[in-house]
Nanobody, 127 residues
Framework: QVQLVESGGGLVQAGDSLRLSCAAS????????MTWIRQAPGKEREFVAA????????VYQDSVKGRFTVSREDAKNTVYLQMNSLKPEDTAVYYC????????????????????WGKGTLVTVSS
């Protein structure tokens, strides 16, 4: 069983930055493809960013390209989401999710593909 715990959310103003962290349990973090997903009030969950187990491949939703960066630190079993130039429309609960894969270059951009989920951290961006 994989446990994921997000942190780093909060209330910020438009234009500010935040870094979210997601700490994972387990000895095989290096085989986890990690994905960030968000859900705004009254809306469906949506993909934000993903990173392959080896960290070599990343992918972003168009609306966050150039502003958000996903990275991972396998020695700490942690994945990060650096969010810059935040906008009010980025307000949401942010979840990290994992799927175990033995393909180091694979990433998953569909929430339905993920096996394990954290409980989320709230990001609120005021205008």
């Amino acid at each position: 069983q994989v446990q994921l715990v997000e942190s780093g959310g909060g209330l910020v103003q438009a234009g500010d930055s935040l870094r979210l962290s997601c700490a994972a349990s387990g000895r095989t973090f290096s085989t986890y493809a990690m994905t960030w997903i968000r859900q705004a009030p009254g809306k469906e969950r949506e993909f934000v960013a993903a990173i392959s187990p080896g960290g070599s491949n990343t992918v972003y939703q168009d609306s966050v390209k150039g502003r958000f960066t996903v990275s991972r630190e396998d020695a700490k079993n942690t994945v990060y989401l650096q969010m810059n130039s935040l906008k009010p429309e980025d307000t949401a609960v942010y979840y990290c999710a994992a799927r175990i894969t033995h393909y180091s270059t694979t990433y998953y951009s569909h929430p339905g593909a993920m096996e394990y989920w954290g409980k989320g951290t709230l990001v609120t961006v005021s205008s």
